[in-house]
């Protein structure tokens, strides 16, 4: 019924929860891994995937963005539900450009369906029906026990993290969209129990929100130990993460940031008036990182295969039904307050 592509911490999760939830999941990936229903399978190799899709009803990309527009559009071919973590603007609008293809086949196609994007989407939808013109993200995975010299831990892919850091945020300023260089408009913010931090711009965050929501200020910023950012734009400005040299850079800081390091996900998202936070912590099986990104996904595919989304592209604040969402990733233990 499922088929989950990518086994890595994200995907595991996912095909987790689904199947806690009595899903018929299976999931693939290049290289072998110790996983019930488990097939390998390369992402490359179109024909394949396509054979594989149409056994399903939803498949779920946990791959890299690179892979997710073009499966979307192998999604359209096979009649099959798409869903992904997203993670990038660009692609993103891709897909979401996919409507009428996606409404003509019959099936949903909901990027961004992660934490963030994804969860924060929704949250902050929610608060601009509630009335906020003016919403303001912030978000970071960050280990419990930071070690120097960049006080960070190895959470999700790699990739998808220096993506982040290179690529311009999106914003609204002035009811305007406009563009702001990825790790400025640093600022300090603090959670009870947690030492100094920091957060600041970053790309892919506020994701499909500026076109979306008709509102006048709308940002989006990474929360980190404090430090952080001026060690890695000092890296971005010697060109590191320059085309040549980023596949190096990604080898090097893989190697380098420690894992398997216990986490805590801190979120909070406000407006003039309404202000909601999440502080969630690894438990026992999943990091609190796999938990905000992996239940929420497997939460929308489970609506899809209910039947509770309409059929074409829609990014999740759009496709999804807030109150339903909270319900379902509160039974998961994952609890946002409004404070």
Avoid at 107 to 125: K, S
Wanted: charged content about 30%.
């Amino acid at each position: 019924m499922v088929l989950v592509m990518g086994a890595g911490k994200m995907g595991i999760a996912i095909a987790y929860d689904l199947m806690k939830q009595g899903v018929e999941t299976r999931i693939c990936d290049i290289r072998h891994a110790n996983l019930p229903n488990f097939f390998v399978l390369d992402a490359r190799d179109e024909e394949k995937v396509k054979e594989e899709m149409k056994k399903e009803e939803i498949v779920i990309s946990a791959l890299p963005y690179d892979f997710n527009y073009r499966l979307a559009k192998l999604a359209i071919k096979t009649k099959t539900n798409f869903i992904d973590l997203g993670g990038n603007t660009e692609i993103v609008e891709k897909e979401l450009k996919l409507h009428d293809e996606a409404k003509k086949a019959g099936i949903t196609i909901i990027p961004d369906c992660g934490l963030a994007p994804g969860m924060t989407n929704i949250v902050a939808g929610y608060l601009w029906k509630e009335g906020e013109k003016e919403i303001h993200i912030r978000v970071g995975g960050l280990p419990i026990n930071p070690k120097p010299p960049l006080n960070y831990a190895l959470f999700f892919s790699i990739h998808g993290l220096i993506n982040e850091y290179i690529e311009d945020a999106i914003i609204v300023k002035n009811g305007k969209i406009c563009k702001v260089e990825s790790l400025t408009g640093l600022e300090e913010i603090k959670f009870e129990g947690f030492g100094e931090l920091e957060a600041f711009y970053t790309h892919g965050g506020t994701s499909t929100l500026p076109k979306t929501l008709e509102i006048k200020e709308l940002d989006y910023k990474t929360i980190r130990y404090k430090g952080h950012a001026e060690k890695i734009y000092f890296l971005k400005s010697l060109g590191f993460f320059e085309k040549e040299s980023r596949e190096f850079t990604e080898k090097i800081l893989e190697k380098a940031l420690p894992k398997n390091e216990k986490d805590v996900v801190l979120a909070r998202i406000y407006g003039k008036e309404l202000e909601i936070e999440l502080i969630d912590y690894h438990d026992e099986k999943f990091s609190a990182m796999q938990r905000t990104t992996g239940f929420p996904t497997a939460v929308i595919a489970k609506f899809i295969i209910d039947g509770g989304t309409k059929e074409g592209a829609y990014p999740p604040e759009l496709a999804i039904d807030e109150e339903k969402f909270f319900k379902e990733i509160e039974k998961r233990g994952i609890k946002w307050q409004v404070k």
